[in-house]
Each structure stands twice: as C-alpha cells, then as structure tokens.
DNA sequence: TTAAATATGCAATAAAGTTGCATTTATGTA
DNA sequence: TACATAAATGCAACTTTATTGCATATTTAA
C-alpha cells in the first residue's frame, strides 16, 4: 500500500505515470480519494464523493486504474462492486493480491486486510490456481 | 449435499416440505434441476432452462430458496449471482457453508467443493467472524 | 368444500454496467 | 512554443440484473 495519506500532487503524478496512464484531474483526485480511504470504494462512492465528473467517466477511471494495476476488484455477494488499492509490488502482469478482504455487516464497509494473507489452499487433482479470494463476514472493530 | 440424481417427485416434496416451503410445480422443477446439476446455478441459467415461468418468478423462486436455507449465494467478481446447493446439514437457523467454491476461468463454471473445507482464519482484535467464503479462480480437470 | 395464505404473471421501475460518438485535453515532436 | 496525434471526457442511448406492486391463480389447512 502506498504510505502517504495526504498526496502532494507530484506524489499522484508519480503513481500514475508509473501505471502508464495519462495524467488527468479526475484520476488524481479518484487517486487521492482512494489513498485518504482505508476501506474499499464502488462506483456509487465515487459518483456521490464526485459530482463534478460523469458517472461513465469514473467508470472509465475505475476501469483503467484495474486494467494498469492500481486498484483491484473484491469479489461480494451482492450489492455493487467493491475496489480496493493494490499493493506497490502490483503491476498489470503481477498482481500481489494474496490478503483476506473484511465485510462488515453492520457498517458495510470493506476492507483489505493487507498484513492478513489467505491461507494455502490445494485443489483436487487436475485444477489449476489462477488467484484465490477470501471473503470474511462479520463485525469489524469499530463497529463490534 | 442431496444424494440423488434422478429424483423422485416424493423426494423433491420432502425437501421443500422439511424447508416451509409449499409445492408447486416451479419449485420442484427448479429444485430437480439443481440436484442434476454439478455446478452452480445463475438466474439467466433457470430463465434459459424454464422459459414457461416468468423471470420474476423464478426470482422469487431463488429467495425463497435462500430463505429456507435450500441453496446459498456464492460471492464473485462479475457477472450474474451464483447460487449453489445446500448441504442437507443446513437449515435457515444454522447454516454449514465451510466449503471452497471454485470458477472456471475456461468454462465459466462454479462449483462447490463440498468436501475441500475453507481453511481456518484469524481476524485482527475486535473483529467478529460471521462468515467466511473462499473463491478459488482458475482451470477445472475437464477444461485444463 | 371453503377460507386464508401464499405463489404466480405481468407491468413497471430501480440499480448496475456498457458502448458509440462528438468534443476536449494531454503528450510527444517539430 | 505550436502542432499533430492519441487518449480522455461528457452525453445519450442501451443492456443486463435486480426489485416491487397488484390482480389472479394455486396451495394448504380447517
Ligand atoms: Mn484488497
Ligand atoms: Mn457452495
Ligand atoms: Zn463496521
Ligand atoms: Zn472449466
């Protein structure tokens, strides 16, 4: 995770061009957002945090930072789709995305555990791994 | 996990019976279905298996499944809601979903690995664990 | 057999995700 | 700096998925 919680602009810069994506006023402040959060945000939270941009922009921007490796996807239940930033070691062609995601029920917020990584795991004979995802649901800290 | 799997009408009756559920002829159809199935169900699989129902109902038909406690929902990054069988252990109180479920990235299939349990996971001080899913991703025996 | 409770079909709506295209902006090069 | 090119944005339209209300049909228990 990347450390500074208030980005200067270079900072944002930076991240970008290091994913190959053009510096834009809507991805650095979807950029800033992201790293000011500790929980993962969806589309909907971007719309609401981002009035100013199109709803198909954020898509767009949501879509771009997964394709390039900034953000990645949690997988949920129900409900829209979740986002959470990706570790300083991701990159488009590899990800390091091996911590156990926390839903909770009471607040809805979820959260990458970073330092939690997800147990080994073994198939039966003739399957391949490509990624594994671990989901817990429960009642997180604050809201216990 | 229900053994059969050609069930008998008596058979399909039973199960919604011992769940609350009345019978009708979309429930036990629905539920046969399920049953010959190996992999994991969407609501597009029953609109395409059952176009004499209407969506809607068989919408409703997947609640009231969950309800009972006869299928449960499996978590995943995109696309349409999967929904698996149950064990016969599960009941609407007390639910017995500790199994690995896993996608196929070839075949586009998900399937419960009634028999791979979910490995035992600590969560951060103050965190209570309510559920726990493990969604593995890769290449099935058949499609590898 | 009948009354009450529930399931179904149909219509409408909400929510979430996606695409095409004209216009604007970012970036590399002259 | 100016320009050409490639990419990003806004807007409209559309698809897919999920959800609700209500009239009618069916199931169940008395
Ligand atoms: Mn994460
Ligand atoms: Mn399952
Ligand atoms: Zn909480
Ligand atoms: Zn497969």
Redesign the pocket.
Known sequence: MYICRMENTDHLKEILESHK???????KNVLQFFLNRKAAL???DLENQFT??????L???LN?FLDSGIIHKIPNS????AYGLCHETCSPDHHDHNHIHFKCNQCGQIQCLDDKLVPEVTMPKGYMIEAVNMIVDGVCAKCA
Do not use: F, K, N, P
């Not at 129900?78 to 789709?81: D, I, K, N, T, V």
């Open positions: 994506l053009r510096i834009t006023a809507c991805r969806s589309q909907s100013q941009y199109d709803r198909v922009t898509y767009r921007t771009s129900q409900g829209a789709a």
